[in-house]
């Protein structure tokens, strides 16, 4: 009887046509993703202007997104791992399509909060599904690469995001920025449930998919022939029990720990820039189409740096090169506070900083998934995210108070350069320690289906 190993038989061809397909699904839903979770960002300023508020009352509209966000991936990544990343996947996408549609319809800061709540739910869910999709269909040689380039879908939906709100907010206002969000993705559902596939190392472990496994390898590779009958195998066996103990069993701690902390100040940093940023360069007397084109640049600078970065994380120590990129995000951060008013400086301190913050951040989300086994990896995923999603949720919060203190632009940016420089700390500790990898292969004991 012919046996195949999955993996083996991913890593020994070359990249197909259908696995650029994947890619692209999984980039095309962070797109929509990096649209809708930055939109928020982008109209604040309108927001302030339209409902009279102060712009420290938004903080709790920034901080309800993102504890959606945070309860999303913490929720959504186990789930996948009992019933699926598919499932999973395109239903959050449609999910917070229809919240993204809704959110027009708040008229005050409490309504809009719990509608960003719920909005952030489905974006949390998909995220750590897409980047565990992409990992499982990708060669070990090609995977962190492969994993940044989808994950680019995300910046360039932020990017897409500061274009379309500095165009539709002066001729629709600044609920039209919304509705193009919503739509996009509902309208994309049916296409997702035809042509997303389920992950083919999934299917393996679950066991009795042996059919479906099959059909998969011959889309890989259509020359490959498959006798009726044939058993595929990975080296890794079905999680049981509660799957988040098992980030921290057969010495996977140190390195679930790590990457949290990395996760939670890089989030912390990312998100502090993201949201306050456009308000705090309008503030300084820069229109608000400049400030959200702008605000825009750190989102192509994340683009160019995870292309970039990608390639050195897979040839080079790849903890250390994701330590050097935060050390470099402290210092462009640093930067952007002392730019004052000359839009040639901001342009080129707040790509910079998205070349390092936004790369750095596409980095580990690949290098995480590659650390943990498939019964586990949308978990670990979900659960760096999650975490880093309590950071993401503090950056605003501690943007928001400086701000209600009026703190002089330089010392604000002092304050952010701190979060980066602890994550590159931690990278450095995981690139000494190197335990993960070890750690896995304790927990692989094989796996087969009929």
């Known amino acids: 009887m012919a046996t ?9 061809r070359g990249l197909s046509w259908f696995q650029v397909q994947v890619f692209a699904l999984c980039g095309l839903i962070v797109f929509i993703d ?8 982008y109209v604040a300023p309108a927001i302030v202007k339209s409902w009279h508020v102060d712009r420290a009352a938004l903080t709790s509209v920034f901080s ?16 996948a791992d009992r019933f699926g990343r598919k499932p999973v996947l395109v239903l959050c996408a449609l999910f917070f399509g229809l919240m993204s549609l809704l959110t027009p319809t708040a008229d005050s800061v409490r309504s809009l909060a719990a509608l960003r709540f719920l909005t952030g739910l489905g974006l949390g869910g998909a995220m750590p599904n897409a980047i565990a999709l992409t990992t499982e269909y990708a060669s070990k040689r090609i995977r962190a690469t492969a994993v940044m380039i989808m994950f680019c879908g995300f910046s360039l939906g932020a990017a897409f995001g500061g274009l379309a709100a500095a165009s539709l907010i002066s001729r629709f206002g600044w609920k039209s920025v919304f509705v193009l969000g919503g739509v ?20 393996v472990v679950q066991g009795g998919r042996g059919a479906k496994v099959a059909a998969i390898l011959r889309r890989i590779d259509r020359a490959v022939a498959i006798p009726d009958g044939a058993t595929f195998t990975v080296e890794e066996h079905k999680a049981k029990g509660f799957l988040v103990r098992q980030l921290f069993a057969q010495g996977r701690a140190p390195f ?12 912390l940093d990312l998100y502090f ?12 007397g820069i229109p608000l189409d ?16 995870t292309l970039l970065l990608g390639r050195l994380f897979d040839r080079f120590s790849p903890f250390f090169m994701l330590a050097l990129t935060y050390l470099a995000a402290s210092g462009f951060v640093l930067l952007i506070g002392t730019a004052g008013v000359s839009l040639t400086a901001l342009a080129i301190t707040v790509f910079g900083a998205g070349f390092c913050v936004v790369g750095g951040q596409t980095g580990a989300n690949a290098l995480t998934a590659s650390a943990y086994p498939t019964p586990i990896r949308s978990t670990g995923v979900g659960w760096a995210l ?20 009026h703190w002089p632009t330089r010392q604000i940016f002092i304050v952010a350069a701190i979060p980066v420089l602890i994550a590159s700390a931690a990278a450095l500790c995981i690139s000494f320690l190197r335990r993960a990898p070890e750690g896995e292969r304790a927990l692989q004991t094989g796996a087969s289906v009929p």
């Open 256 to 267: 679930t720990l790590l990457i949290w902390v990395v996760f939670f100040m890089s989030l």
């Open 290 to 305: 400049r400030a959200a084109l702008i605000t825009a640049g750190y989102q192509w600078g994340g683009t160019i740096g």
């Open 64 to 79: 309800a997104g993102l504890f959606g966000l945070m309860l999303g991936a913490l929720s959504f990544g186990p789930i």
């Open 273 to 284: 820039i993201t949201n306050w940023l456009p308000t705090i360069i309008h503030d300084s």
């Open 34 to 41: 990096g649209f809708d979770t930055q939109a928020i960002g």
């Open 184 to 203: 996009v993705p509902c309208l994309l559902f049916p296409l997702l449930v035809a042509a997303v596939p389920e992950s083919i190392r999934y299917l």
């Open 386 to 405: 999650g975490i880093g999603r309590i950071g993401s949720i503090v950056g605003p919060a501690i943007g928001g108070l400086l701000l209600s203190l």
């Open 4 to 12: 195949f190993d999955v993996q083996e038989f991913i890593d020994r």
